[in-house]
């Protein structure tokens, strides 16, 4: 009910954010970029959306075969769906909406939750190292494209995007360490909440719950590599769906032609500000940090604003599509009758 009573109200604040940054850029030169784009640059960047969500799909599919979990695509797309909608709701476009896509899969394929869970933590790692990897490389693109301006007039935002990457590749060899080493670092990190006195509860039984889940990730990545590589690379591949947005947004309406090294310095920026989001989307942190980035390229405000408004048009789409799903799996958890859609699958 508080998580529900929070949306109500950061949702129409995001709103008001959006919109009192149109007013400062200005209604008529935003509309008039919004114009300049055309239905086929909004079209462009929906279908890279549509993309990425199919291969956030084909990856937890590969993942999943290893395990025997046999659920049909089109449920692991809704999953997906409602799993995005959730990260563009809560505090980081990373994190947010995986709890809601192992109720989703497992109430619809009848799969016990926690065995669902290392699916989508594995896929999540894969995901972290994937990402770490092309961040990285976009963040030294973008150092060396424009060294002149990040270690000169804006050097503390160049130290920032330094720090940002070596950070991350750090964060990538302990993921990495854990997973080949077979590390538990959730079962310790619950272990420890345990013995506090408020949660002892709470987290009771939790533990070996969650050692088991990190055995099967492990286990996954270990040894079922062909597995692991078919959806590294389907996740890889859907960050650069997200990188080609603006240069698909800008091509398909404006009729122009963005390189390499803008390309790399919105997309580190964007991913930065996307981390830490304190509002549905990131409205107000994203906006102000984008509109500096583009004009750093070369473009106008009114049409870094409409770019944005783009980006926010397929969220909003997102998170409608994801909640008509959520509403559908919760109408039947409230019921108590699943969707009846698969049979248990048959356990090896």
Known sequence: MRRMLSLAITIPVAALIIVAIVYVVGFRKTLDAVRQAGPMAFAGVGALTAIFLVLQSAAWAALNRPIHHRVRFHTLLG?????????????????????????????????????????????????????????????????????????????????????????????????????????????????????????????????????????????????????????????????VTVFLKPAAFFHLGARLDMGLGELCLIFVVGQALLAFQLTPAGAGTLDGGLIGTFALVGLSEAQAMAFLLCLRFWDAAVVGGGTILATRVGAHLISGRGPHEEEPPPRP
């Not at 994190?95 to 899969?105: A, D, H, N, R, S």
């Open 79 to 239: 999953a997906v769906v409602v799993g995005l909608a959730g990260n563009i709701l809560t505090p980081s476009t990373f994190l947010g909406g995986e709890p809601l896509k192992v109720v989703y899969v497992g109430r619809t394929a009848h799969l016990p939750y926690h065995e669902v869970a290392g699916s989508v933590v594995l896929s999540k790692y894969l995901e972290a190292i994937s990402f770490i990897f092309f961040f990285s490389f976009s963040t030294i693109v973008a150092a060396v494209s424009y060294r002149d301006v990040l270690f000169g007039p804006l050097f503390a935002l160049g130290v920032l995007i330094l720090v940002l990457g070596a950070v991350s590749l750090a964060f990538c060899a302990v993921l990495w360490l854990s997973l080949s080493r077979r590390w538990h670092p959730l079962a310790a990190l619950v272990g420890w909440l345990a013995r506090l006195p408020l949660l002892t509860g709470y987290f009771a039984g939790l533990r070996e719950r969650a050692a088991k889940m990190e055995d099967q990730v492990s286990r996954v990545f270990c040894e079922e590599a062909a597995a692991a590589r078919t959806a590294f690379v389907a996740l890889f591949v859907g960050h």
